[in-house]
């Protein structure tokens, strides 16, 4: 490992300046020697130099101190630097040899000149730490969205994985022995309380999966819970195996590896007149790998209305017909194909590639041309409905097919996509995952992307569920119009909707009104929305034929009649209509008096309200799976055995038997119950205090992030996020992290029960640990006084009187040695 030395030389068109490049040091936790490629640059580097300065460069506080505790294990202890203004006070300073600073660096180097060295986090952890924080800020994880405890109110009914369905009755702090603690209350049939320590917050996820108010609690201390648990683990098993032969048969099935031209690709990409959004560049990236991998392509694409999908797909239908292949763009409207059709030929303008419609605004013998260009491969790329799917519809070489909305697809229809899944590339788009598809992308039977990040300076848009009333329509209406904006009234039924036109005229004399619906001949619907497009008109009075994907930036209020009668995802993407430049966007949702609405519509209404942030597509998707009681995965039974454990223990119990299976394991129950637990007690006050962090929701998303965490890079990223967000740690959370890595380790070795205070404890080890038998009698007959074994499972540790700090440094130690001697 050679430190480059040069100093600046200077020829005729070169300089080299005075920078070397670090070397390899990242340390590597999963080694024996984790900081031996790190020592040993240091060694190096103060051989070189003997008066050289090391830089450590971290991003936040909470990463700081992370790193100082990582240091400390090698005994390395930077001086904190508050700046780099001035480099000149780091070389005069002749003590100190090593210093830490915060800053937003990606890249370190050495200082050949100055003899300083200057390392950031991306070489002591590897390229993806800084990466992956920065991901982690700006996209929704959509695991945590299902299994986040963070919208738990009290009154919401939580599945305990040994218990059952209870109800949730709020955080409350108990006294034991002097140790203060956490619990989780959770109240189950007949009144009987249940007390569940923030340590075991794994075991419990949320409820959803039917009518949350009138769901069946469990009683405890019978056995009607674990009865119901075990049908449905047996009936997730033959889900599972089916869900395996699809992966098969998806892996098996040859796709056609497409090629990527980077440099037509490049040149393509330039014409895209935004910049991209973080996750919009993921979605983009996943797909084109997924192209060029030879398997076939089953992936969605959820991204909220108007975040960018669209780019996604033209991408896509850009590397497809480089490769020769012909595109299809499946949409379910006709005005809808109409954008589509312009939006690409907008984007492949300067391209020779021939794009077609195929729609009802096209003549019957316009439309039999573009069928028979087809056949021929003259049609690059081809936008239409539903008739892109009857039969005389023939492809000379069919290689993408692209989904828009497939919610919007009636059974026939979805069948007919299914059969075409066979072994071309499928990409489906959507703004809210219908909760059949979102299943099944979680269960990853289809690659998942979320486009969560919305475009620079976009506002969410403020939603009102209000009775309907004459003179707030009025206002809502005069308000936009005045700022010269656009509106759209939504009345969904044909019969009267010439009646609420003439109401709306006598009601608004100074709105110019138009009439927009299904039912009317091509070419006038065609006038209507154009005219609208160009702001002739500025009321447009319509049904839901506006739902999808017609982009009128200047609309930016929406007012809907009955908005009760509209599912979820229906009501999201109209909303999603408005909204699409930087104005303030307003929808008002009509409904008539609550009395007469119905449970479901009230749930829906409250979602949608509640859920107004950009990017909300998804969450709202998950609402709808609670809402309707979600859908089995590959049967017609919608709620079947979700409806007695819910759907997050269903899913659970799904992953573990897909794994169990793809290992070659009978998957059980105990599989996932023995891995779920691991006691640890060390009389320590572990919980995260009031004072630290007030909010009740936040305190118990953190619980379940830790108690779930199953590495201990999640657990340095949540204390780093915790002490960004909420300032020094006091001990109480300090423990209750250590004891969640202390956690983690014992689940690895096979432990089921640690106990440790101040008068010894013990060790119990389960049916099948990976602790050496042979260690263990070597380290009881060496010291007898220390360890003594009880029974088969148990070791008795006889240390006592061992401070707080001292006691978790020896049960990791002890761990540390029993993974080191592995059975």
Not at 19 to 44: G, H, K, S, V, W
Not at 88 to 112: V, Y
Not at 320 to 342: G, R, S
Request: hydrophobic share 40%; aromatic share 8%; net charge negative.
């Amino acid at each position: 490992m050679v430190l480059s030395t040069e100093s600046i030389k200077e020829s005729a068109n070169q300089v080299n300046l005075p920078f070397a490049t670090l070397p390899e040091m990242a340390i590597q936790i999963q080694q024996r020697d984790p900081y031996q490629r790190f020592q040993q640059f240091i060694d190096q580097f103060f051989t070189q130099y003997a008066n050289g300065k090391i830089i450590f460069s971290v991003e936040s506080e909470g990463r700081r101190e992370a790193l100082q505790e990582v240091l400390a294990r090698i005994k390395i202890y930077p001086t904190f630097l508050p700046n780099l203004d001035d480099l000149s006070l780091i070389s005069n300073c002749d003590q100190d040899h090593l210093f830490l600073t915060i800053g937003s660096s990606e890249q370190g180097f050495i200082n050949t000149q100055d003899e300083i060295a200057f390392i950031t986090e991306n070489e002591l952890f590897g390229r993806s730490i800084i990466r992956r924080r920065r991901e982690s800020k700006q996209t929704i994880n959509s695991d945590l969205l299902i299994r986040s405890l963070a919208e738990l109110t009290p009154g919401k009914p939580v599945v305990h994985l040994e218990h059952g369905v209870g109800r949730y009755a709020g955080l409350t702090t108990l006294e034991t022995n002097g140790i203060t603690a956490e619990y989780l209350l959770l109240i189950y049939a007949n009144e009987t309380k249940l007390y569940v320590p923030v340590s075991s917050l794994n075991l419990i996820s949320r409820y959803s999966g039917g009518d949350a108010e009138n769901v069946t609690l469990n009683r405890l201390g019978t056995d009607s819970w674990s009865k119901a648990r075990q049908k449905a683990a047996e009936k997730v098993r033959d889900v599972a195996a089916e869900l395996l032969d699809i992966y098969a048969e998806r892996e098996s099935k040859p796709g056609f590896a497409f090629v990527q031209d980077r440099e037509q690709y490049e040149l393509f990409c330039q014409g895209f007149p935004y910049e991209e959004t973080e996750d919009q560049q993921r979605a983009i990236g996943a797909v084109i790998g997924d192209m060029c991998s030879p398997q076939a392509m089953d992936r969605l694409v959820c991204g909220d209305v108007g975040f960018g999908k669209t780019e996604v797909a033209i991408r896509a239908a850009f590397l497809a017909v480089i490769n020769h292949k012909q595109v299809a763009l499946l949409v379910p409207t006709t005005l809808l194909a109409e954008q589509h059709y312009e939006n690409f030929c907008d984007r492949f303008a300067n391209w020779p590639i021939r794009i077609e419609s195929l729609s009802r605004f096209k003549t019957a013998k316009q439309q039999q041309a573009v069928i028979e260009d087809l056949k021929q491969g003259k049609v690059d790329i081809v936008i239409g409905t539903h008739k892109l799917l009857q039969e005389e519809v023939k492809w000379r070489d069919l290689g993408l097919l692209i989904v828009d909305e497939e919610h919007r697809f009636g059974v026939r229809q979805k069948e007919r996509i299914k059969a075409m899944r066979a072994n071309i590339d499928i990409l489906t788009l959507t703004a809210t995952p219908i909760p059949r598809t979102l299943n099944m992308a979680m269960s990853g039977m289809r690659d998942f992307s979320i486009i969560a990040t919305p475009p620079a300076r976009r506002l969410a848009v403020k939603t009102f569920v209000r009775e309907y009333d004459d003179m707030m329509i009025r206002e809502a209406i005069l308000r936009e119009i005045l700022r010269g904006g656009q509106v759209y009234y939504l009345h969904n039924d044909v019969a009267t909707i010439e009646k609420i036109r003439d109401q709306l005229a006598e009601l608004v004399p100074e709105a110019r009104l138009a009439v927009a619906h299904g039912q009317m001949h091509e070419r006038d619907l065609e006038r209507i929305m154009n005219d609208f497009h160009h702001q002739r008109s500025n009321l447009l009075v319509c049904t839901t034929i506006i739902e999808t994907g017609i982009d009128i930036p200047n609309a930016n209020t929406i007012i809907i009649e009955r908005a009760d009668k509209f599912g979820l995802a229906q009501l999201h993407q109209l909303r999603g209509r408005i909204g699409r430049s930087y104005h303030q966007a307003y929808a008002y949702l009509l409904t008539p008096h609550p009395k007469l609405l119905s449970k479901d519509a009230k749930k829906r209404l409250e979602a949608i309200a509640q859920l107004e942030d950009l990017g909300a597509g998804f969450a709202l998707a998950t609402h709808d799976l609670e809402i309707r009681g979600a859908g089995e995965l590959l049967g017609s039974d919608q709620s079947g055995q979700i409806q007695s454990i819910g759907f997050n223990l269903y899913i659970e119990l799904l992953e573990d038997a897909v794994k169990s299976l793809q290992e070659g394991r009978e998957p059980t129950l105990e599989s996932l119950l023995t891995s779920q637990q691991t006691d640890i007690e060390l009389r320590l006050p572990t919980l995260i205090p009031d004072t630290f962090v007030p909010d009740v929701n936040m305190r118990l998303s953190l619980y379940k992030r830790i108690a779930s965490s199953e590495e201990g890079d999640e657990l340095t990223e949540i204390k780093v996020e915790m002490r960004d967000r909420f300032g020094p740690l006091p001990d109480p959370v300090l423990f209750l992290l250590a004891t969640a890595e202390i956690r983690q380790q014992a689940a690895r070795l096979g432990i089921t029960k640690i106990e440790f205070g101040e008068k010894g404890g013990f060790i119990e080890f389960g049916a099948k640990n990976s602790v050496s038998i042979d260690y263990l009698i070597e380290i009881i007959q060496k010291e007898p006084k220390k360890y003594r074994l009880e029974g088969q499972n148990r070791l008795k540790l006889l240390t006592t009187e061992l401070p707080r700090t001292e006691r978790i440094d020896y049960i990791k130690k002890l761990l540390t040695t029993f993974a080191e001697n592995r059975a």
